[in-house]
């Protein structure tokens, strides 16, 4: 048989394919996310998400100097904060010396050059459960915005490098780019939850800080996944806003978004590769009917090849492990 054109000649050897892939995973690519809890010398294995654990502060700063020294340069953090603190407004996530503002700290002064990405929402502060502050059965938006706002001053305050609104309140970036030039905080970076869908798949993440909605779900600020254009206006939106990264969130499921995204904003795109994506590979691989490591390394890398600059992911130690 003739033919002018065999394909099959670029994937005759594992030589050949490393030299004309066209993505590849670094160390460089990862975000990782830590959960964050109180006491000492205390950690805690969160039951759907196998091998991922809740850390108290010291052994949270052990974890980051290990992590620094696999050559992963970036950290998400997100506290579980005592029931006993919790109220609408989110008061304790304002405290100076809460569990999010003392870890940036103990975090900072161990290994100053990792950056330190923080949380800005006020579900895990709230007796609700909700990203915001609750009015007759409402999440009000401008209210809960001047809180995100005050807490991104505190964690810029306390050494956080990026804060991370994952609230999906509408003028959050731009009230949070204000307040922090307002006190100062010219160096401290956002990277804004653009386009976060109301998922089904943050279920493993809402037991690691048990901070799953007490009423209703999170449908009147998290988008519908329904929705493509949409994604495009609010990463827009919050690159107006002052936003430099944007995120795409959940990743696997979004993959389209996450390109969509891509080729419509000019700073870098983050996905996040969020727990319930994590639980599936981990049962499924306990189950025996998938390989895990395949599995972590062809999903991280259909997000990068989708148009994710950054990948928050509970796989980066894995990840790490297997390309090096
Ligand atoms: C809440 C928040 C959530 C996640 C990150 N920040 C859950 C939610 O919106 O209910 C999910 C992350 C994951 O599932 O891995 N502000």
């Known amino acids: 048989m003739y033919l002018q054109r065999r394909n099959r000649i670029l994937r005759q050897s594992s030589a050949i394919r490393s030299l004309v892939a066209e993505t590849q995973l670094t160390p460089n690519d990862f975000i990782v996310p830590l959960f964050i809890i109180e006491g000492e010398d205390d950690s805690s294995e969160i039951a ?24 992963l340069k970036s950290v998400l953090l997100f506290v579980k904060s005592r029931d006993e603190l919790k109220d609408n407004k989110g008061t304790e996530a304002l405290n100076p010396n809460g569990l999010m503002q003392r870890s940036i700290k103990a975090i900072k002064d161990a290994v100053p050059e990792m ?15 909700h990203d915001g502050i609750v009015e007759n059965g409402e999440i009000v938006n401008d209210a809960t915005v001047e809180v995100l706002a005050k807490m991104s001053v505190s964690h810029a305050e306390a050494g956080a490098d990026f804060v991370a609104p994952s609230d999906m309140m ?5 009230a949070i780019r204000k307040a922090l030039e307002e006190s100062n905080y010219t160096k401290t970076g956002i990277m804004a939850y653009s386009a976060k869908y109301a ?9 690691a800080l048990d901070s799953a909605p007490g009423f209703g779900d999170k449908k009147t600020y998290q988008m519908d996944y329904a929705n493509r254009i949409e994604a495009v206006k609010e ?3 919050d690159v107006e806003e002052g936003a430099d990264i944007v995120m795409v969130k959940p990743a696997l499921s979004y993959l389209d978004i996450i390109r969509e995204v891509k080729t419509s ?7 996040y590769n969020i727990s319930g994506e994590y639980a599936m590979i981990k049962a499924a691989a306990k189950m025996g009917w998938i390989d895990e490591d395949k ?30």
């Open 235 to 237: 990463a827009q939106m």
């Open 199 to 207: 998922s089904c798949f943050y279920g493993p993440f809402r037991d």
């Open 295 to 324: 599995a972590i390394l062809e999903t991280l890398t259909s997000m990068k090849r989708a148009g994710a600059d950054l990948i928050a992911t509970y796989f980066a130690k894995d990840a790490v492990r297997l390309i090096s």
């Open 265 to 271: 904003v000019n700073v870098p795109v983050s996905c």
């Open 170 to 174: 509408d003028g959050r970036i731009g």
């Open 115 to 129: 950056l330190v990405m923080t949380d800005v929402a006020l579900d895990p502060f709230s007796s609700f459960g």
């Open 48 to 71: 759907s998400m196998p091998n991922y654990y809740r850390r108290s502060v010291d052994l949270t700063v052990k974890e980051v100097k290990e992590l620094w020294q696999m050559g």
